[in-house]
């Protein structure tokens, strides 16, 4: 008896995880996948078709004045998945788009390991954090805002991010190139340490930290440390500025060139002001090379781990 009522139980909490959640599938495993979302998790797996989920939203209700019509917007896209999913395809490539981007679910997807994943958003207000995992064909993200999390990939991968930090863990085989650029964010790559790895690593105003059981057979000659200056000016009168050109940094230095009337009063200063910046590029090579391996951050660091 007891075991009948755990059975019951069981299949009661599989029920209603199943209800739980919405699925779309599309009979596809191959071509390119281009997903224009504000967030995802993407992951690959051994099967024949592409699986869109969502969790039920709590927050969802039904409108019962719009029983029979369909919600129609600005962006030109039809949800014809229920998930609030525009999905097409057109020869090879499977264009996936939000009907409102307002939308704030959180979408999961299984993708066949052959299809190519191509992920974009250049929204400034809607996004979400990208994760892509156990994926074996080409990764291409472009992004603004969003966190990305790369887990098991192969790769090729080639990911850029403004303002997003870039989190990756390859935890076996790796197929190149792989180049990961944030502008503003960190960069932090976990690598086995018997990965065969030809590595550039560069950052303008942060530093490249890297752990001693890879050991990195850094190029000295390409070892590139730079101390650039960068000028601006500021243009003031009495004390006040006007306008400024100048860029962030330290170790300023300032020289003022003043404007006179021909009564010799002072009516306009120019102030030219050299800062100077630090960048450092490395070249190297772990276990004798092979994968090429590009990482970059303009403003923050690099992290480079042993898995």
Do not use: C, W
Request: charged residues 20%; proline residues 2%; without cysteine.
């Amino acid at each position: 008896m007891k075991k009948q009522l755990q059975l019951v139980v069981a299949l009661t909490l599989l029920s209603l995880s199943v209800s739980a959640q919405k699925e779309y599938k599309l009979a596809k495993s191959s071509g390119k996948l281009n997903l224009n979302l504000s967030g995802a998790t993407v992951e690959g797996y051994n099967g024949a078709e592409i699986i869109f989920s969502s969790p039920a939203s709590e927050k969802e209700q039904v409108d019962e004045r719009a029983k029979g019509l369909k919600a129609v917007n600005s962006s030109g896209f039809k949800d014809n998945t229920g998930l609030g999913l525009d999905v097409t395809v057109k020869g090879e490539d499977i264009n996936v788009n939000p009907v409102s981007l307002t939308d704030d679910r959180r979408f999961k997807i299984r993708v066949p390991q052959n299809i190519k994943v191509v992920f974009t958003n250049n929204s400034s207000m809607y996004q979400d954090s990208v994760t892509l995992k156990n994926l074996k064909s080409e990764i291409e993200v472009s992004v603004n805002f969003n966190e990305v999390k790369l887990e098991n990939n192969t790769g090729p991968v080639n990911v850029k991010t403004l303002n997003g930090s870039v989190d990756a863990v390859f935890a076996g085989e790796i197929k190149g190139p792989i180049s990961i650029v944030s502008v503003h964010g960190h960069v932090d790559v976990a690598l086995p340490k018997t990965a065969k790895v030809s590595l550039e690593a560069g950052t303008n105003y942060g530093k490249i930290y890297a752990a001693e059981g890879l050991n990195i057979a850094i190029e000295k000659e390409a070892v590139e440390k730079t101390d650039k200056p960068a000028t601006g000016v500021a243009y003031t009168t009495n004390g006040s500025v006007l306008f400024s050109g100048l860029v962030s940094g330290s170790g300023a230095k300032a020289s003022t060139n003043t404007l006179t009337t021909q009564g010799g009063n002072r009516v306009l200063s120019a102030i030219n002001i050299s800062m100077r910046k630090e960048s450092e590029n490395i070249k190297g090579k772990i276990n004798g090379g092979g994968t090429v391996l590009i990482l970059k951050s303009n403003h923050d660091s690099i992290y480079i781990r042993e898995k």
